[in-house]
């Protein structure tokens, strides 16, 4: 009796034992695991602050940001310090985008001045590729509308509302949008000629352009026409542009005199504006409008 009580007392501790050290094997190895697990986070958080950020550029400009801070998500990265700081990912793409030298023509006049159409023939004459400032910045509002969500230019829902919103109130848009819309579509033209329509269209665009991409425009192709010809032209342009009502289109006047015309008078200083009469008929514009082109050509052959 005695001795069954103890065979049975031996066997009871026996497994006690073994699960206490199986138990034992269980905690260290879990507890491994967790401190592993916390190590790894500790490291992708401390490579997270170390990395500098990327795909995002944000270069801080002297004057006031024009947008307010909460135009920032949270994937992007607002470097303050020296104008035209990028990071790194962007600094692949300038430095990819200034070896190729690409030839660049900034073509800037008023709203409704025919930058756009004359675009269209000296792209049929003389192959440049056309970049509309404005229609890359609607086109982004269209895809970001369409999708909530801009995967090429982390725009989100929020920027694309106050983006729109300023193009509906004949605002200026950030450059560090602009230039970021311009460099893509640049860099998947796969010319070297580029026609830059409607950019810069303030000093900030300006300085921010070359400060990030370090390019030079060739020259600049000034359609200087009245301002009553241009609302007449922008009243009957019809097509559907939100900001093609008489009250927008006298704030863009506004924003011309204001601002655009102290860029014109820059590059005039630097011998680089080429005036055109807009006010005449398409053709007559065109015919001048090649004569600088012709020219141009002739100097780079001579
Ligand atoms: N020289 C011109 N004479 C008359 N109408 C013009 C002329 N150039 C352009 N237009 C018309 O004026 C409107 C605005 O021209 P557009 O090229 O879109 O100007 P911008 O790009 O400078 O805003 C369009 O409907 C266009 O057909
Ligand atoms: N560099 C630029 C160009 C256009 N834009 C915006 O886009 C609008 C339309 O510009 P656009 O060049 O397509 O048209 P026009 O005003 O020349 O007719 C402008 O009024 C601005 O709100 C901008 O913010 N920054």
Not at 12 to 24: D, E, G, P
Not at 161 to 185: H, Y
Not at 266 to 283: F, L, Q, S
């Amino acid at each position: 009796m005695k001795f069954n009580y103890l065979i049975k007392k031996f066997f009871y501790l026996n497994i006690t034992l073994k699960n206490a050290i199986v138990q034992r094997a269980f905690n260290v190895l879990s507890l491994s695991k967790f401190r592993g697990r916390r190590q790894q986070v500790f490291k992708s958080q401390a490579i997270a602050r170390q990395s500098p950020p990327t795909r995002v550029h944000h270069f801080s400009l002297e004057r006031d940001p024009p947008f307010p801070p909460s135009f920032l998500h949270p994937n992007s990265f607002r470097l303050k310090g020296l104008m035209g700081t990028v990071d790194a990912a962007n600094k692949d793409v300038n430095v990819s985008l200034a070896d190729k030298k690409p030839t660049v023509v900034f073509v800037l006049g008023g709203p409704g001045s025919g930058k756009g159409t004359q675009c269209a023939n000296i792209v049929e004459h003389f192959h440049y590729t056309h970049l509309s400032a404005g229609d890359l910045l609607r086109a982004e509002i269209k895809s970001g509308s369409e999708n909530g969500y801009d995967i090429h230019t982390c725009l989100q829902k929020l920027d694309i509302t106050m983006i729109q919103n300023m193009i509906k109130e004949g605002k200026i848009v950030p450059s560090e949008v602009t230039i970021r819309l311009l460099q893509k579509a640049m860099l998947e033209s796969g010319n070297d000629k580029f026609l830059i329509d409607g950019f810069p269209r303030n000093e900030e665009n300006r300085a921010a352009f070359e400060a990030v991409t370090k390019i030079e425009p060739e020259f600049v192709l000034f359609f200087n026409c009245p301002e009553e010809e241009m609302e007449r032209r922008l009243l009957s342009r019809n097509q559907g542009r939100e900001d093609d009502n008489i009250e927008t289109i006298r704030k863009r006047f506004m924003v011309f005199l204001q601002s655009s015309l102290p860029v014109i008078e820059y590059y005039k200083a630097k011998g680089k504006v080429r005036e055109i009469d807009a006010a005449k008929p398409i053709e007559e514009v065109f015919e001048a409008v090649k004569v600088v082109f012709i020219r141009k050509d002739e100097q780079v052959t001579a």
